[in-house]
């Protein structure tokens, strides 16, 4: 699943995130689609002075630019140095899979939402993130999941005047 | 043959501790003493600092104990008691209770509780 | 003076008091607990501006912000991990107090240093802000153009440790902003109607913000609890006060200018008020090991720091901290612009607001001295649910902007992107400034140039857009000059930014998985 590759302090031996790579053509790749989204662009009306192309190409430009002033960085043996945090642990490698499984959770609710409405995937979407994150008490985190996504809707509705929309369950709230 | 502790680092945990070895002196066996913690809370005020095990055990060792110390982050805590149970072929099972209210019964699952249900041998439960 | 008085008739009245206290017990709970901060926070409650009064919600936000600078100070002391980078330094000293049993201290000093710095700020602000946005609405323009362009790079080039990747991070800001419909013509809208309308910020905010943050945590959790010291009620005694007045006033004048400047943030003052400390201290030796000023300088810096963040966010309109980008969004919410307009156009609306800072102050003090045990015990809360709710709540945030699943495909996009920023230490707020003022910018360009009919030299017409671009300039040069000077190829972290002396020094790397 995951490597981690621990580099020894402040030696002189170049290290090369090869991963980084990966997001110097993901800038190539922004900017050269904004670039190419502007030349389908057409002349303003005759008071714009500013043509609505003029902005795009230069932010796709530089975008472009940064990606290989990225990759020559990168080859050059620039790390990035990750974000740290009060609840983050940098020595372990990274836990890809639990974020991946949390992607699906969240794709599940936005697939679903639709159709079964907020009060439902809210839940689902709780129980299940918690689930992934490593909670053992399914049941415990879907009455939780329930209270929450229940309660925000009849808050939503009745506190602040937004009504979401019910779904399935329209006519049960 | 062993006796296993189930300790939490509080007064239940002492109870539990102070029963296992005064059970291990008599029969002569070791002493595993197991504290963990599932890491889910960013403080657990059950899991004991490293600097109070070690003081832990050299109180146990003092009383000529042969102690082994589990101190570990786990996914569940009552599995890692069993777990130390079976492998280290477990005569008795020491945990702390502690009292609970219906609804706290309800809402928090208990370690102790699935301690004595899943155990293969005798659960010593004590109070403090 | 009139004026702020009857800003405080209606900060006080009974609903906007019950928002500011809502707002102080959430902005400190969330300061003390891990993986959310105040930015997060206002940006997951921006759906309540929908329906809450104007006044009322800027008062809620006012006082998250203050009080989640307050927050993040008690975890740095009782378990050493700064809750919000602008506690970081106050963890050095703070920890070590509070070790040496001198917690309920350290929290003290932190507490009545952070009202002091907050009201001696907040007063500067009243004086200021005013005169300042007189200041400013005259300016044309290109003037203005000049100051956002400065701005965009001071937050860019000067915060973080790497130019290379601020730049990365605001032009991903303004690509986003580029999207839809505003020019007349359809912008990287990829024939998808439901992007007509642009990208709304708040879902870019709360993606960036939360889910970002959320699944960087999840990817990374600390596996092994930490060891909490258990505190008492906070309290002082008369030597503590004796050595802690004069750092809370030297931490006051550092924080607020800092806090006013774009990428002055509130970790710079913090440091630069630790330095200070250290070096005027009638107890060299005691640094280290848990001196009371290496608290109560520094808290007081990131607390004035706020203050000075709000003055340069009403009398100009500029962002420079998250915080006030987002509180920035809310004001739009409602269809108003932070800026010296503002002062003109709604004086009820800002000076409640300057009262209310007054307000949820004292509010800091009065509630959060007794309850510093309470507040210890949020920490027990299970770390799956923290997450879990903040997918929830951020999910729910950006639900509620239109009722679209579509949203909330955009809130995982973009939360992917806050992950993929945070893996590779891009900062993140410079995106957030280039969201929001990358429109307002071609806006400018626009007004100038139609007022000058093409005329492109209008856009440094005016003399303070010459100053303003010769400091670019000069900015730009000290900048290639340091990069010049250091090999290349080390990324470590530039003059203008001190480095923190509490991080590991060890890097660790991690390798994506294929």
Known sequence: MTTTVPTAVGTPTRVVDKAQYGLAAFLVVVGASVLVDAATLEDGFADQPVQPYAVPYVVGAVLTLLGVLLAVATARGDVPEAEDGEDVDLTGGADWRTVALLVVVFVLNILLIDWLGWAITGALLFAGGAGVLGSRTHVRDLAIGTALSVGTWYGFYSGLGIPIPAGILDGVL | ?128 | MELLLEGFQSALTPTNLLFAVIGVLLGTSVGVLPGIGPAMTVAMLLPVTYSVGVDSAIIMFAGIYYGGMYGGSTTSILLNTPGESSSVVTAIEGNKMAKRGRAAQALATAAIGSFVAGTIGTALLALLAPTVADVVVKLGAPSYFAIMLLALFMVTAVLGASKLRGFISLFLGLTIAIVGTATGQARLTFGQPLLADGIDVVVVAVAIFAIGEALWVAAHLRRKPLEVIPVGRPWMSKADWGRSWKPWLRGTALGYPLGAVPAGGAETPTFLSYITERKLSKHPEEFGKGAIEGVAGPEAANNASAAGTLTALLAIGLPTTATAAVMLLALRGYGLQPGPQLFDAEPELVWTLIASLFVANALLLVINLPMAPIWAKLLQIPRPYLYAGILFFASLGAYSVNFEAFDLGLLLAFGLLGLTMRRFALPVLPLIIGVILGPELEEQVTTALTISQGDVSTLWSEPVAIVVYALMVVLLLLMVLTGLRKPPATAAPTGSEPSDPSEPSDIEKQEVPR
Request: charged share 25%; net charge negative; hydrophobic share 45%.
């Open chain 2, 1 to 128: 043959m062993t006796v296993v502790v189930g300790y939490s680092a509080d007064q239940f945990g002492h109870a539990a501790v102070e029963h296992g070895a005064r059970e291990a002196l008599a029969r002569g066996e070791r002493l595993v003493v197991v504290n963990a913690s599932t890491g889910q809370k960013l403080v657990d005020s059950r899991f004991a600092p490293d600097e109070e095990i070690r003081t832990l055990t050299a109180g146990l060792e003092a009383q000529g104990l042969e102690v082994e110390i589990r101190h570990d982050v786990v996914a569940d805590v009552a599995d890692a008691v069993l777990d130390a149970a079976r492998e280290t072929g477990a005569r008795l099972i020491v945990v702390g209770i502690r009292k609970r209210t219906p609804v706290g019964k309800l809402i928090m699952g208990s370690v102790a509780q699935r301690v004595i249900l899943d155990a293969d041998c005798p659960v010593l439960a004590v109070k403090p």
